[in-house]
């Protein structure tokens, strides 16, 4: 496993990974419904690397609908449910990055308890897990195919995670990256905004979709599964971009193809 150069993200202090401690895993609600194999590759990953995963059967959701909506009662129940959950684990990883800030960043904004903002601080995207903590960049994966990343605007924006799904990606034997033209540029999914804005959400989509093919890769990755399940609607009902695949992170970083 080689070494990061550089913590990426200097303003998070991470606490020290201790061998043999166990991680809990949250998986989000569309992940479980529709990208199980997702958490099944998550949980894969970890345990190949050596940390115990285990996943509390009473998790639900982290809130983040009905708080986008502004139903922040609702939400609170919600979150209230997530820590008693998993406040007695020191180790969240959710291999998400939108759920992940949303605990991290927005818990606090609907209830300030100490227990409610520490249980949300203790939740970590799984490639900042990766890199920042467990200080690896190369999980061993092979995959021989031309490659672009989307990052999703709550990892790039609120955790400010970035470069570390790219020093993953690089990492990847007989990978060939391929840059995203305005990578930085949303998508338009936006959780609730594509069902209240559809019109301007499509043609976000559509931009992002076109870019994807300017890059001329073979399948387009990304930390957030929802981003990519809206950029697959897309690609999908277009002859021209149908030969591109997504995948999640943690597919790619245990594929051995």
């Not at 021209?240 to 051995?256: G, K, N, P, T």
């Amino acid at each position: 496993m080689t070494q990061p150069e550089q913590n990426p993200s200097p303003d998070r202090e991470c606490p020290a990974y201790r061998s043999g401690e166990p991680v809990a895993l949250f998986i989000p609600c569309y992940i479980d419904q529709f990208f199980p194999q997702v958490a099944e590759d998550t949980a894969k990953l970890l345990t190949r690397l050596g940390v115990p995963a285990v996943f509390p059967d009473e998790q639900t959701c982290c809130g983040q609908p009905a708080f986008n909506s502004g139903y922040w009662d609702e939400a609170r129940k919600v979150i209230h449910h997530f820590c008693d959950v998993f406040s007695r684990y020191k180790w969240i990883v959710s291999p998400s990055g939108s759920c992940t800030a949303m605990a991290r960043v927005f818990f606090g904004h609907v209830d300030p308890d100490d227990h409610i903002v520490d249980t949300g601080q203790r939740v970590f995207e799984l490639t900042e897990f990766l890199v920042e903590v467990l200080g690896i960049t190369d999980t061993g994966a092979r995959f021989p195919h031309k490659v672009t990343m989307h990052i999703g605007c709550h990892t790039r924006r609120e955790l400010g995670v970035a470069d570390q799904p790219l020093a993953l990606l690089k990492s990847v034997r007989d990978l060939e990256y391929r840059e995203l033209p305005d990578m930085e540029d949303c998508c338009g999914f936006g959780g609730t905004f594509s069902v209240k804005m559809p019109e301007v959400s499509l043609s976000m989509g559509r931009t992002k979709a076109e870019n994807i093919l300017k890059s001329g890769a073979d399948v387009v990755v990304s930390p957030d599964s929802s981003c990519l399940m809206h950029i697959d609607g897309i690609l999908r009902r277009d002859p021209a971009m149908r030969h591109i695949r997504i995948m999640h992170m943690a597919e790619l970083l245990v594929a051995q193809e």
